[in-house]
């Protein structure tokens, strides 16, 4: 089955700063690698995603790379803001069969220093 | 995005006593969702497939007897915790997936967190 690694464990920025978490994935099949941020207490909300026919996709600070030779993923964060601070997932799924099933990493927590 | 509601948020019970956390899918259909444990400072481990209509897939190692999963429509699934012990306190969480197969956006509710005592 798929087997989803990611790092660093925690990260600690200075505002203003760029966070990079990283992830790799195992199983070539995976096509959809989702990114979630969880807040102390809360359920996760995705907050990008990205598709293997694509290598990189942004919404404003946050952006998200795609290898597909590598088998790795990232989630790049620009001009980290306090209320960035969470843990974040990376998470994959493969194509084919029925179901939807997510392979999650181990998560991040990111701290944003004021 | 699509909305996945889930309650209650917070349940304090008496060992021994089940306890039943309902998920819905608010603005979408859902055939299947998927319900998760989270313990302190870790990852989200899958526990049960949830399939409307039909009996719902378990992962290794989790007991079906003790975790009832119950999807008798295409917007809600419950998870019953049966004869709770302190063990089994923990974060639960559902998810349910919208969009067609290829496409489809997983979306989860906000936790449950379960205290037995």
């Known amino acids: 089955g798929e087997n989803v690694e990611q790092h660093p464990s925690t990260l600690s920025v200075q505002e203003g700063d760029s966070a990079v978490i990283k992830c790799t994935y195992s199983?070539?099949?995976?096509?959809?690698f989702p990114w979630y941020k969880q807040e102390l207490g809360k359920g996760p909300q995705l907050i990008i995603d990205?598709?293997?026919?694509?290598g990189e996709k942004k919404d404003q600070r946050i952006a998200v790379t795609l290898n597909k030779t590598a088998k790795h993923f990232s989630l790049h964060i620009t001009e980290t803001q306090p209320e960035d601070s969470a843990v974040y997932f990376c998470?994959?799924?493969?194509?084919?069969?029925?179901?939807?099933?997510?392979?999650f990493g181990k998560g991040t927590l990111l701290t944003v220093n004021p | 995005g699509a909305v996945v509601s889930q309650h209650p948020s917070r349940v304090i019970c008496k060992s021994g006593t089940s306890v039943k956390i309902e998920c819905r899918s608010l603005?979408?259909?859902?055939?299947?969702m998927f319900w998760y444990r989270q313990f302190p400072k870790q990852s989200l481990m899958l526990m049960a497939t949830?399939?409307?209509?039909?009996?719902?897939?378990?992962e290794q190692g989790v007991e079906k007897d003790k975790f009832l999963i119950n999807h008798a429509s295409l917007t809600l699934s419950t998870l019953t915790v049966t004869s709770a012990h302190p063990e089994d306190s923990s974060f639960y969480i559902c998810?349910?997936?919208?969009?067609?197969?290829?496409?489809?956006?997983?979306?989860f509710g906000a936790g449950t967190r379960l205290s037995v005592l």
């Open positions: 603005d979408f259909q859902a055939t299947t």
């Open positions: 998810s349910a997936p919208s969009g067609v197969l290829a496409k489809n956006i997983q979306y």
């Open positions: 199983d070539s099949a995976s096509n959809y």
């Open positions: 990205i598709r293997s026919n694509v």
């Open positions: 949830s399939n409307e209509g039909s009996k719902a897939t378990y």
């Open positions: 998470a994959a799924k493969a194509s084919g069969g029925s179901n939807y099933k997510l392979t």
